[in-house]
């Protein structure tokens, strides 16, 4: 359960309806999830995160599903259930398949546990890894 209630279309500001309608156009879509109406609270934090959101995970050197898939790493290691499922489903709208999925999950298994290992064990950083 939240802790804020969800701002509707019919309760948001003008400023929030701006960036929601910016969301539906940028994204295709006329659904506006939960993570952004729970920060319509704040519309300053809201335009903030998605004029930023649009740029990180808009064109550049990365391909789009790539940036999904680290997105669903990091939300993991972060333990973001919310983040996990959103960027899944639309890292599999964006051509991920089962396959690579599990491929995935596997390589964020093997990095939580040698992470938690050398982490426990202080192993000291290779010289020749150092930049």
Known sequence: MATVSLISDEAASPEVLAVFDDIRA???TDFINNFW???AHDPALLKATWER???VMGPGDLDPLVKEMIYIAVSTANGCS???HSHTAAAKAKGMSDAQHGELAAV???AMQTNGLVTALQVEVDKVFKA
Do not use: E, N, P, T
């Open 26 to 28: 940028v994204r295709g």
């Open 37 to 39: 109406r729970a920060l």
């Open 53 to 55: 959101l649009k740029v």
């Open 82 to 84: 919310y983040c996990v």
């Open 108 to 110: 964020i298994g093997m």
